[in-house]
């Protein structure tokens, strides 16, 4: 490999790297529209594992809207990412694929684990993330994002899923 392949395939890692990180920031905020531009037009998002939807980004990013009322104190943290660059038109590193763990502290706005006022998460939940990425001129966008929930911990009873 050359010392320019590689200074590019640095460039591409930490702008996928921002762009994850600007997923999690844009669902903890609650910036819709964000989330909405971080997709390719086609882009979809499937949250069916954690008890969520699978749809268009824009169909996602309303049901988030409304979902995410539940919890107005959320903080993602997505880590252990793992990136594999793929070829679209023989053309290599136009597509990108991560793997990525996340834990996911919220508290329920009602206080429902918890008669305090704390600030404290009542809910929380870890899994993994599958990102499906596609270099365009505005730089690389989502096309997929897959939600595998592997675990919850709250005070819903584990039969009463799905959450959302």
Request: with cysteine; charged share 25%.
């Given at each position: 490999?050359?010392?320019?392949?590689?200074?590019?395939?640095?460039?591409?890692?930490?702008?996928i790297d921002a762009l994850i990180t600007e997923y999690a920031v844009t669902v903890d905020d609650g910036d819709w529209n964000a989330y909405r531009?971080?997709?390719?037009?086609?882009?979809?998002?499937?949250?069916?594992?954690?008890?969520?939807?699978?749809?268009?980004?824009?169909?996602?990013?309303?049901?988030?809207?409304?979902?995410?009322?539940?919890?107005?104190?959320?903080?993602?943290?997505?880590?252990?990412?793992?990136?594999?660059?793929?070829?679209?038109?023989?053309?290599?590193?136009?597509?990108?694929?991560?793997?990525?763990?996340?834990?996911?502290?919220?508290?329920?706005?009602?206080?429902?684990?918890?008669?305090?006022?704390?600030?404290?998460?009542?809910?929380?939940?870890?899994?993994?993330?599958?990102?499906?990425?596609?270099?365009?001129?505005?730089?690389?966008?989502?096309?997929?994002?897959?939600?595998?929930?592997?675990?919850?911990?709250?005070?819903?009873?584990?039969?009463?899923?799905?959450?959302?």
């Open positions: 490999m050359t010392q320019r392949v590689e200074l590019a395939t640095v460039i591409d890692r930490l702008a531009q971080l997709f390719v037009p086609e882009g979809r998002a499937d949250y069916r594992s954690a008890g969520g939807i699978e749809g268009g980004a824009a169909e996602v990013a309303a049901w988030l809207a409304e979902t995410m009322r539940m919890f107005p104190m959320r903080q993602h943290l997505v880590v252990n990412r793992r990136l594999e660059f793929g070829a679209l038109e023989g053309d290599v590193g136009d597509t990108a694929h991560v793997q990525a763990d996340y834990v996911n502290p919220m508290r329920f706005a009602d206080g429902a684990g918890d008669s305090d006022v704390s600030t404290e998460p009542d809910f929380v939940c870890g899994g993994r993330y599958a990102f499906s990425l596609l270099r365009t001129p505005d730089g690389w966008r989502l096309r997929a994002v897959a939600v595998r929930e592997k675990w919850r911990r709250g005070p819903h009873h584990p039969e009463k899923r799905p959450l959302f």
